[in-house]
C-alpha cells in the first residue's frame, strides 16, 4: 500500500462530520463542551468456516499517522497509520443496517455474507463526540467470495486472516481497535464450541 503527497488541508465542512459547541451551567459554574457530530456506524466479525479464521481488515487511518506522527515515543515505522480492524462502515445509506453491513463485507473484503447474527449496539467516543456501533457476526466460506474486495474511493484495505487460536498472540503486535478484543472475546464465549 502506499499513500503519497498527504498534507493538512484546510476546511470548514464535511459530510462526515461537524463540529459542536455546547455551554451550559453546572452547579451554576458557566462551562463549554466541544465536540464532534459523527454518523453511526456498522461492525462485523467474520468467521470464516473452512480457514477456521477471522478475517479483520488493515486500513490506512490518517488519524492515527497524525497522531503517531506527533508522539514523541512512537517509534516510526512502514506500520504507521495502520490498523487491524473489524470489516466496517458508516451508516450513511437509507437502508437497513444488515443490508449495509453486507455492502462493506463486499467492498472491504470481498464477501457477500448470507446470515448476519446482531449482538448489539454500543456508544463510542463519549468525550469527543458520540455515535453507535452496531455489531454483527457472520459466517462465510470461499463460496461466497464474490468480488475482490480492497475498499472503494481510494481506500487501500487488506484482508487479515487470524485463526482462532493464534489471535492471542496475533493481537500482542498489531495497533486495532478494542472491539477486537471484545469480538473476541464473545466469539469464545458464544461460539468457539460451534467452530473450534
Known amino acids: 500500500m502506499a499513500f503519497t503527497d ?26 463549554v463542551w466541544d465536540f464532534i457530530e459523527a ?16 478475517i479483520f ?7 492515527l499517522w497524525y497522531h503517531q506522527n506527533r508522539d514523541k515515543t512512537y517509534k ?8 487491524i480492524e473489524l470489516c466496517s462502515g458508516l451508516v450513511d445509506k437509507n437502508i437497513s443496517l444488515e443490508q449495509i453491513a453486507k ?15 446482531k449482538i448489539g449496539d454500543f456508544y463510542t467516543g463519549f468525550g469527543s463526540g458520540v455515535s453507535k456501533q452496531s455489531f454483527y457476526f457472520a459466517v462465510v466460506n470461499e463460496n461466497d467470495k464474490i468480488a475482490q474486495g480492497g475498499g472503494v474511493d481510494g481506500e487501500q484495505i487488506e484482508a487479515v486472516y487470524v485463526k ?5 498472540s496475533f493481537i500482542q503486535n498489531v495497533i486495532h481497535s478494542p472491539l477486537l478484543n471484545f469480538s ?6 458464544e461460539k468457539s464450541r460451534l467452530f473450534c
Open 184 to 189: 473476541y472475546l464473545w466469539f469464545m464465549k
Open 103 to 117: 455492502e462493506e463485507c463486499i467492498e472491504e473484503l470481498g464477501y457477500a455474507p448470507k446470515i448476519f447474527e
Open 164 to 168: 482462532v487460536e493464534e489471535f492471542e
Open 39 to 54: 454518523k453511526d456506524s456498522v461492525s462485523i466479525l467474520l468467521y470464516h468456516q473452512t480457514f477456521k479464521s477471522f
Open 6 to 31: 498527504l498534507q493538512e488541508e484546510y476546511f470548514d465542512s464535511s459530510i462526515y462530520i461537524k463540529p459542536k459547541r455546547f455551554s451550559y451551567k453546572s452547579n451554576n459554574k458557566a462551562c
Open 76 to 83: 516510526k515505522d512502514e506500520n504507521m497509520g495502520y490498523t
Open 57 to 63: 481488515v488493515r486500513q490506512f487511518r490518517i488519524p
